[in-house]
């Protein structure tokens, strides 16, 4: 499996972004795609998950109602929408794939994607 993350960039406090994440290398039916992310000086934070299917979600509770977890099956694809963007929200963001959603919201998913980075200015 190939993951690679892009949509990163440089945007002002209360502002938006889409992160996304094109899998490649297999089939994902049965899989699941998550969102971790990184601050300078933190530990790796988990932040959203969803099954292939669509079906089935898991949000933190610090991002709930502010960062929405989405994909489009048919072109392998992930996606992350930030709205309402903070400075805490700065960090290096990375998709992660596995068959077992235990391991993706655990952080021990088989595949990860390469970061990108999103930084919120005052």
């Known amino acids: 499996v190939q993951l690679q993350a892009s949509g990163g960039g440089l945007v002002q406090a209360g502002g938006s972004l889409r992160l996304s994440c094109a899998a490649s290398?297999?089939?994902?039916?049965?899989?699941?795609m998550g969102w971790f992310r990184q601050a300078p000086g933190k530990e790796r934070e988990f932040v959203a998950a969803i099954s292939w299917s669509g079906g089935v979600t898991r949000v933190a509770d610090s991002v709930r109602g502010r960062l929405t977890i989405s994909r489009d099956s048919s072109k392998n694809i992930g996606y992350l929408q930030m709205n309402s963007l903070k400075l805490e929200d700065t960090a290096v963001y990375y998709c992660?794939?596995?068959?077992?959603?235990?391991?993706?919201?655990?952080?021990?998913?088989?595949?990860w994607g390469q970061g990108t980075q999103v930084t919120v200015s005052s």
């Open positions: 290398g297999r089939t994902f039916g049965g899989y699941f």
């Open positions: 992660a794939a596995d068959s077992n959603l235990d391991a993706v919201v655990n952080g021990r998913s088989g595949s």
